[in-house]
């Protein structure tokens, strides 16, 4: 799987748009963009993927540059419940290979 | 509730001695995925099923891990000769493939204590 590179942290004022970003730079054209938080004292949490377009559900947009060697997670009014760490995945078979991940602190 | 659960949420144990935890999967997942962390650390993934058959292991899976998923549902883990280092939050996930796989649910781990 492709390496991926994240902020260990962030900050983000409650209310406004987060914006966390990563860089895959060795991906491969067959490896999906993943992102899962995991909040304090619980398990990961899927939040959304892609291949080569921009998705967005309820949660958050998953905003994939042109050639796919980075991505912005965005979630678009944050809260305080947003408060987690964040992983950024390239993967392309059945196993999750987590990183370390940004932790997102969002500010009252 | 029918989230993927674990038992027990957490376990003591002295170095030695065996230990297992069981998995329950969203009811109809055909995956079963095992990881494990450690404080500050993202997940590691250890192993993973498809309906009974185990069909990857990690290198982290030393020889007193074993895992099983007998009738494709519920997974145990056991871990033999406990040791300090096996000290970690042990995570268990499930997907269906019939809906791509890309969302893997996670329970909410077991925490093992080795003293």
């Known amino acids: 799987d492709a390496k991926t590179t994240q902020p260990p942290s962030m900050d983000c004022a409650e209310g406004r748009a987060a914006n966390l970003p990563c860089n895959h730079s060795t991906i491969s054209g067959n490896e999906y963009v993943y992102w899962y938080r995991q909040i304090h004292s619980q398990g990961p949490q899927y939040i959304i993927h892609g291949l080569k377009n921009n998705e967005t559900n309820e949660m958050a947009s998953l905003i994939i540059t042109e050639d796919r060697k980075s991505s912005t997670l965005i979630l678009p009014h944050a809260t305080l419940r947003d408060t987690a760490v964040y992983y950024c995945i390239v993967r392309r078979d059945d196993k999750i290979i987590f990183g370390k991940g940004t932790r997102l602190h969002i500010l009252p | ?115």
């Open chain 2, 1 to 115: 509730d029918t989230g993927v659960s674990q038992n027990p949420r957490h376990k003591i144990t002295k170095r030695g001695q065996n230990v297992t935890f069981r998995c329950d999967p969203i009811s109809e997942h055909n995956r079963l995925y095992w990881y494990r962390q450690t404080l500050g650390q993202g997940p590691e993934f250890l192993t993973y099923f498809q309906n009974e058959a185990q069909l990857e292991k990690s290198r982290l899976l030393s020889d007193r891990f074993s895992a099983e998923r007998p009738k494709g549902s519920f997974s145990t883990l056991e871990i033999q000769r406990t040791e300090q280092g096996d000290s970690a939050m042990y995570l268990c996930a499930s997907s269906a493939t019939d809906r791509g796989g890309h969302e893997q649910y996670f329970g909410p781990g077991t925490r093992l204590t080795v003293t």
